[in-house]
């Protein structure tokens, strides 16, 4: 996401007072949506059960996809946009139960264990205020995400002169096969000095992040209901089965196997 990003469908974030320690809110969103930049008063969890959401703070573009769910600490401010039709969460954590909670934006492992919590809370959504039973539920919630391991974005973007144009076009056609050598030749560069920056900017080398990237976009095709071996061709594999060893590296499961796991948790598919 970039200054230039002006989203078709323009929505508003939650503005209201927050009168529980933690509270629960999911919604629906169409494609090419965002939320203009805002902040809250308490902690924020975002969670997409489908689609992949992109969170922009200050210089710094957070995607997770499933595994992952993005925290931001109390008065960060933040925008969101989503390009596909996505369905996602937030859990809101008042401010003085924040303390043990990561002080910078951060990704957040989302383990089995958090994910049905979080689906089950999509299905039955918590009153306002919610009942002794839901709040006990919601803090079952905050215990998950307190112990859950942290990482940085799981897919990092730079505003590196030389390395930004190479992720933007990657970005744009993730089925582009130029190697590094060519890449570093269309900005006027050579290998070495963007496999530095890479490595410098993104903490791997650009075979990885576009591996990483190539998956983000599988996901929302695979949510969207296509085909594995369609979804393959175009990402710019010649088959199915190097997608498919490509994507059980990354994300533990094949694509088949992401997609029923969903639909067992009750997410649309």
Known sequence: MSAEDNPRHLLQPYAGTIDTPVWFRAA???ADAGYPTHRHDGGELVYAFSGVLEIEI??????????????????VEHRALNRREAHH???????????TMPREAAAITVDPLLRALLAHLDRHPPAAP????EARLLQVVVDRLVAAPRSGSYLPVSRDPLLAPVLQALQADPADER???????AVGTTERTLARRCQRELGMPLAAWRQRLRVLRALAMLDEG??????????GYAGASAFIAMFRRLMGTTPDDYRGRRGDLGVPR
């Open 58 to 75: 200050a210089d710094a573009l957070y995607l997770a996809p499933p595994q992952y769910a993005l925290w931001l600490p109390p008065d």
């Open 130 to 133: 919610p009942t002794e039973a």
């Open 179 to 185: 190697s590094v050598a060519e890449l570093a030749a």
């Open 89 to 99: 969460a937030s859990v809101y954590v008042a401010e003085p139960l924040c303390a």
């Open 226 to 235: 296509r085909k594995v071996e369609a979804i393959a061709l175009d990402l």
């Open 28 to 30: 629906r969103t169409p």
